[in-house]
């Protein structure tokens, strides 16, 4: 058998390459598609089910109010969120100081401050890389510390250490308690929201005169809700609340994230399954045609095999040797393309990671290496499968016809 394969290379070599371009194209199909997907739900800065609610100016007349009034949402709601809403598994009240001067020593620069709670850390997924993040005695002592992004500790502290010291926001002191960074492939969200600082959100009220005051809410429902159903939920009891028609579709502001994200989804489905579908056909196109070369196989060699028969070979002798053939060359053409395929998925990644290129919509490119294995092994059964029909074909050779073939 590897006399009959080293003697015919070229021919071994084609044969084999259909079977070795089908593995490396499907790896490379879902490896690829992979990163695109890990890139796109990268874009999600947010909880992939995140609500958002905010208040705007109302259409409708109501009760006796004019429209053009602006909805104001309250303290009181956020408890009758909780108590109203068991849907929800994370109320996150927020309000904003806007772009607000932070100083220290001689240096004086505009910063975004907002004022939120410890649960605000589940809905965005923010790293803290030094010190914590804002807790629940933070709120109910009202303490004014807070939360800096990576770019406000570079330029308000450089190489010194952030932590324990102090920023003042409207030259009021606030002890500086921890350094975030947001988990983003979005290099543009990244850099924006490494500019931000957080303050306790009950001590932001109370120091800036925005007692009681919340200007939007981050919500996250609990699994086995719907995103959209909790949405509408939390709009009817906001407006109620908030004396607005119930007809009124512009009193309140909403997004809902999970919707965006279905549609996400949705596309990642169509190309896992073009890749797939491309992939396997690819792969049928290889091993049919090593069953084509094998069929040529034996009739180049049917004298060969008509000498074998006439020297007593039985017929599953002559199979099994047309069969290891087969087997052979996809085993090997099968498994150097996963190797070359799975190299070249792992050189990107190193690539992607050495030049700090990881981010937009392609990242962490990956294949599920269980799944590539089966697939060759299936591939290598095909491959056998083929095989029986030049395998019978060379079984049923009638060694005298064979003897005179030329």
Do not use: C
């Not at 053009?68 to 969120?81: I, M, P, Q, T």
């Not at 989804?265 to 896992?272: K, N, V, Y």
């Amino acid at each position: 058998m590897y006399q009959t394969i080293r003697k015919n290379k070229l021919r071994t070599i084609l044969t084999a390459f259909g079977v070795f371009w089908g593995i490396f194209m499907l790896v490379i199909l879902l490896g690829s598609g992979k990163g695109y997907e890990n890139g796109i739900e990268g874009q999600f800065d947010v909880a992939k089910n995140a609500i958002f609610i905010w208040g705007q100016r109302t259409s409708l007349a109501y009760k006796g109010m004019q429209p053009g009034r602006f909805v104001r949402f309250e303290n009181d709601d956020v408890l009758a969120l909780r108590d109203n809403v068991p849907e929800l598994d994370v109320i996150a009240p927020r309000i904003s100081l806007g772009t607000t001067p932070v100083s220290r020593d001689k240096k004086n620069i505009s910063y975004e401050v907002y004022g939120d709670y410890p649960d605000h850390l589940r809905v965005r997924p923010f790293q803290i890389v030094a010190g914590r993040y804002i807790n629940e005695k933070d709120i109910l002592e009202k303490r004014k510390v807070i939360v800096i992004g990576t770019e406000v500790k570079n330029v308000m502290f450089g190489e010194e250490e952030s932590i324990g010291k102090y920023l003042k926001i409207k030259g009021v002191p606030f002890l500086v308690i921890g350094v975030f960074k947001l988990q983003s492939t979005q290099m543009e969200e990244v850099m924006q929201a490494s500019k931000e600082i957080f303050v306790g959100n009950t001590a932001l009220q109370q120091t800036f005169n925005m007692v009681n005051q919340v200007h939007y809410f981050a919500l996250v429902p609990k699994k086995g809700f719907a995103a959209a159903d909790v949405q509408q939920k939390v709009r009817t009891l906001l407006a109620q609340r908030s004396h607005v028609h119930p007809d009124d579709e512009r009193a309140i502001g909403s997004e809902n994230v999970e919707k965006e994200y279905k549609q996400v989804q949705g596309l990642f489905l169509i190309i896992r399954s073009f890749s797939w579908f491309v992939s396997i056909f690819t792969i049928i196109a290889g091993v049919i045609g090593v069953g084509n070369i094998m069929l040529i196989v034996v009739k180049e060699r049917t004298k060969e095999i008509g000498v074998r028969k006439a020297l007593g070979a039985t017929p599953g002798s002559i199979i099994s040797m047309i069969l290891q053939e087969t087997i052979v060359i996809t085993t090997i053409a099968g498994y150097l393309g996963l190797l070359a395929s799975t190299g070249m998925i792992a050189g990107i990644n190193h690539l992607l990671k050495a030049n700090n290129a990881e981010g937009g919509f392609f990242a962490n490119p990956e294949v599920d290496l269980n799944m590539a294995f089966w697939a060759t092994a299936v591939l290598i059964v095909s491959g056998a499968l083929i095989g029986l029909i030049p395998a019978f074909k060379a079984a049923n050779v009638d060694p005298v016809v064979a003897l005179r073939d030329e």
